[in-house]
């Protein structure tokens, strides 16, 4: 017998994908459970499951975020985040841009290489 | 006979008030007056003004990106910009409750008292 | 009749001590609620009621992350918060100096300040 | 006829180990001369050689920097360091677990994977 | 016929050489012409290519910058440029020692590797 | 009899001026000496005391060091150095105008406000 969904375990189903979540639950040890449960029931079950803004712009927040705040990993989950959640590779690039005049250009050029790398994942590039 | 207004100029006074376009005229000096035109010319004039996204969602980048970057006087400007683009209060808490879990808490936690300024001097609190 | 003390406002009482939890009471406001109650609940309710270290050693983490971020209203009660948990002048100072060779002078030169602030407020400077 | 250890030599080899001393001397060249040099009378021979607070305590404060300032080669070392300074796994976790709140998620995510390399390494996960 | 070489472009040529050029045109696409054209026009047409200081200047400017910004791979592109803009490797070495003071060790530490690298691709390590 | 100075001292006099180090006197406590003892020391004895490179381009370093890791206290203090090792109120001007485009407008325009108050105290604008 299957253990119900968490909201958290839906909401990041439905912002990453399935694939996603099987990923991240044969990743899972004893090390990094209490990371995965906060990540899952912290930022998705109570944080991203709120209403308030849509889910496209809560992906918009997170990549501005992950450009300032040079984290590339994530910043690629979240590309790729974004665009399951609606977002065009058009506004990708903008916001992007934007990057480049406030957090500079340097690290707007480490997002731009990293953009690509998730739209030519997804045969957008 | 006045020169005409640029598109930077434009964009800075719809994005900000005209208010804030006079504040910045005395506050020019010989100094400062290359960052101006760069910031009218490049933020505003170029990158702002593009399409792509509209003005909302580049509001919802940069104070994102000013709450990670830890720049409280530049967020305080962008919270005034946002709500003049259309952001309600609502959606500007949900945004900076977001950063939270991204760029810590204690960053939100300053992003909340600067908003929180902006929004009693606008009457919103 | 009085709602029980969650977990999370009881740790934060006897790291802070109870007037910092009434001046919390005072500021909040239809805006910063969801961020207390995230602050209460996942900060203090979550994390710091966990066992594995010790309160102490949990004030030695965030004073050397909050110098490290450059979050000074944070910095000033988390060194209030770490003497509290048995952290000795001494210790602080230590912890401090050593963010110097590691975050940089100019990060440790701001820090020191801040703490000395703090110690005179406790009449131990 | 060996020259006499240093005192920052003998802290940095009773904390990253004897190997680790051996690979600094064989990447030692004119060019990062001096940076060792550094790292070894400054940071090692001046801070860390003295009292105040212990080693441990010491590994703490910089796994909870270098989680902040976003610099995994340094924190994979510091890492290593703490567990042969008497942390144990678990205390690492809580500590990284910890870093969510403050630095963030992003930065807690690319921490707890370079601790399970180190710890892979070290046969402990 | 060949369109005239813009300022930003001749800039850039004499900066990084002109197989630096030649390698953004190829990696040139939808996605990034408008980052390319931002750096070319913007950072090299309109910043690098003012008086007031000489370029060896703003290459120092910018290698203090990358290491305490944490982008490596802007960092190598720019040592890479200094040392065409008549920076020696003594000077180099130097500046990145000044930063383990005010940007950290750990900073430092990742600036010298990174700098090896650009040496030895140059045959001067 | 008077204590000989220091390589340190002799430094950051030369650099900052004699009512500096007299005002650094004046702030030094039990608890803030081992820190004056660091910057005296390793700061200034070991690394600003270096040759190598002019004392010009270590203030360069370090403004755009200090305007990257916002921390304004410390960019006042080396805007006044620079000024006293030679560096023009143009070549200041330039210098910070091209973090505008590495560390993003916000830290620029930071860094402008607090120049602008440097060069009011001196006389220079």
Redesign the interface.
Known sequence: MNTPETTGARVLRELMGPEHLERRKKTR????A??QD??EE??FG???A?G??DRK??S????????????P??LAHHIDGALNNGCT???I??????????????????A??I??EV?RARGL?
């Open positions: 040890n004893a090390f990094n209490a990371l906060y990540s912290v930022c109570r944080i991203w709120r308030g803004i712009l809560r918009v927040v997170n990549i501005a975020t992950l450009v300032a705040l040079n984290r990993n994530q590779v058009e506004e690039q903008e916001m992007l841009l934007q990057t480049a005049v406030y957090s500079g250009l340097p690290a707007a050029s480490d731009f290489r953009a690509e739209l590039l």
